[in-house]
């Protein structure tokens, strides 16, 4: 037991560190990723339907987005390696358990699974990295965590439409992350020594709970109204204000109640922190929209295959990897950070909107350029917002304040998912409706409502199909665009303070805590 503040950690010392921790964010990153362009498949092959497809993805974020801010907290209680090591398990039981779903319902159960997993992963890298890293030194080492994720989205969706073509068809999708998460493990142990922060531990339980079921209850809402039941209904009044009175509750036990908040509502005060976060909240919608549509859009409306889909995927990657690399070297050796996040943002806006204007037939070079502007601004905005929030964030407060702007940004993906899947399920019942009606067969828009089986279908339906999912999909671009525009008016408003030059110590923890080696 010692009381001294260990010495900082030597470049090499990081880099082995990082080994670990980036191998775990690649785990996360690869989760959703892989499975991206074999979703159409996995939903014809156990007869889902569009709400089925969009709830594979939602689970998934749902359980992420409402467990972030818990295993950010819990980062500033207990070890931060075995909470690490812990998501990674959750992880790879909820893989596995998807891997050999028989239906729907399990598939979409295990998802959640995984969900919680990868919102400790998401959360603690972050943590864990700013931890060991100055704020202004983090743009240094943001450039790995950027070809990380880059490299996710590049690989996952080519081996997950690679292997869902392959005779191991889609499930071996699920299998694909065991092999490294299990290394991640691995070298989380060998490779991974932070002193723990010992003091009295007084967990939220009641404020977790209180905001993961209101959470959950609004995304209920949103993503089944006006298809399993109308929006003007009973079931729609009760989920609704049922999510508003638990969230209403949340902030009360928050504010007054709990010792030790999950979400301390005082990180609020502060307007970086405020404005970082909503901002993080538009980028969400952006950037889940992007990944989970443009796949139907490749696949549905262009009729291209999982592994092609995963090809052309490679536009939105590139960009997303050279702006993340360059803006965070960029600001490691300038320490200005706010030109970065304003320009970023105006490249998401532009891609939106962009995108809002594709449908079945624009030239795929076209498509590309566009996909290329927005992982462009993706890039960039995604990793550098939460930098501004470690920057003022008190010593005690890191893992919160970081979960914070995680776990916004992911709410905002999880409401963008819902949102825009409720609202595409209806735009492409209608056209198909219109489209069939006139060829002369009779159609409802229950006919819309599933995936199709573009390569069963006679060529005048197959290109009645193809234009409503083309059609409908460049809608949601445009729909996402006001928040885009609502993320740049956040950051530039965004008060530049120079970043802090001094890793988060130890010795300025708040006093009567201990430190273990």
Same mark, same amino acid.
């Given at each position: ?11 090499r010392q990081i880099l082995e560190a990082l080994s670990g921790l980036l191998l775990a964010m690649f785990v996360a990153m690869i989760s959703s990723t892989v499975v991206t362009n074999a979703l159409p498949r996995i939903v014809t092959d156990l007869e889902g339907s569009q709400t089925g497809y969009t709830w594979v993805v939602v689970a998934t974020l749902l359980a992420m987005t409402a467990t972030t801010p818990v295993w950010g907290k819990l980062a500033d209680l207990f070890s931060k390696k075995l909470l690490v090591q812990l998501a990674l398990l959750i992880y790879l039981a909820g ?17 959640? %699974?995984? &969900?919680? @997993?990868?919102?400790? =992963?998401? +959360?603690? #890298? ?8 100055? !704020? ?102 009760? %989920?609704? &204000?049922? @999510?508003?009175?638990? =969230?209403? +509750?949340? #902030? ?8 030790? !908040? ?256």
């Amino acid at each position: 037991m010692s009381d001294a503040p260990p010495a900082p950690m030597t470049h090499r010392q990081i880099l082995e560190a990082l080994s670990g921790l980036l191998l775990a964010m690649f785990v996360a990153m690869i989760s959703s990723t892989v499975v991206t362009n074999a979703l159409p498949r996995i939903v014809t092959d156990l007869e889902g339907s569009q709400t089925g497809y969009t709830w594979v993805v939602v689970a998934t974020l749902l359980a992420m987005t409402a467990t972030t801010p818990v295993w950010g907290k819990l980062a500033d209680l207990f070890s931060k390696k075995l909470l690490v090591q812990l998501a990674l398990l959750i992880y790879l039981a909820g893989s596995l358990v998807a891997a050999l779903a028989p239906n729907m319902e399990t598939l979409i159960g295990a998802r959640v %699974l995984q &969900g919680l @997993g990868v919102g400790g =992963l998401t +959360a603690l #890298v972050q943590i864990v990295i700013a931890s060991m890293v100055s !704020p202004r030194d983090l743009g240094r080492y943001s450039g790995y965590m950027g070809a990380v994720f880059a490299a996710a989205t590049v690989t996952g969706p080519l081996i997950g439409g690679v292997v869902a073509d392959s005779p191991l068809g889609w499930r071996g999708c699920f299998f694909i992350g065991l092999p490294f998460g299990i290394v991640a493990f691995v070298l989380l142990q060998k490779t991974l020594h932070l002193p723990v922060v010992k003091r009295e531990v007084h967990i939220d339980y009641l404020g977790a709970t209180l905001i993961m079921a209101g959470v959950s209850l609004l995304l209920i809402w949103v993503s089944l109204a006006g298809d399993t039941y109308a929006w003007a209904s009973l079931t729609s009044a009760l %989920l609704l &204000g049922g @999510g508003l009175l638990l =969230l209403a +509750a949340a #902030v009360f036990v928050e504010a007054r109640i709990a010792r030790e !908040p999950v979400v301390p509502l005082r990180l609020f005060k502060d307007r970086t922190i405020t404005l970082a976060t909503l901002a993080s909240v538009f980028v969400g919608v952006s950037m889940f929209a992007s990944t989970v549509y443009l796949s139907q859009y490749f696949q549905l409306a262009r009729g291209m295959s999982p592994t092609e889909a995963g090809l052309m995927s490679i536009a939105m990657v590139g960009g997303l990897l050279v702006s993340s690399i360059v803006s965070g070297r960029a600001i490691s050796a300038t320490g200005r950070w706010k030109t970065w996040l304003i320009v970023s943002m105006a490249l998401v806006l532009a891609g939106c909107v962009l995108l809002g204007t594709i449908d079945e037939r624009t030239n795929l070079i076209l498509v590309g350029v566009y996909m290329a502007v927005l992982g462009t601004g993706l890039g960039a905005a995604m990793q550098n917002l939460v930098l501004p929030v470690q920057n003022v964030a008190a010593p005690a407060d890191l893992g919160a304040a970081s979960s914070v702007v995680a776990f916004f940004r992911s709410l905002g993906g999880t409401i963008g998912v819902s949102a825009l899947g409720a609202l595409l399920t209806p735009q492409v019942a209608d056209k198909v409706t219109d489209g069939l009606t006139a060829l002369g067969i009779p159609a409802t828009g229950a006919q819309g409502s599933g995936i199709p089986d573009l390569t069963a279908l006679p060529a005048p339906v197959r290109a009645v199909f193809e234009h409503a999912f083309g059609a409908s999909i460049a809608e949601l671009f445009l729909v996402s665009a006001p928040f885009a525009a609502l993320g740049l008016l956040c950051v530039v408003f965004i008060k530049e303070i120079p970043l802090r030059t001094a890793v988060h110590t130890i010795d300025e923890v708040p006093a009567g805590a201990k430190v273990a080696s």
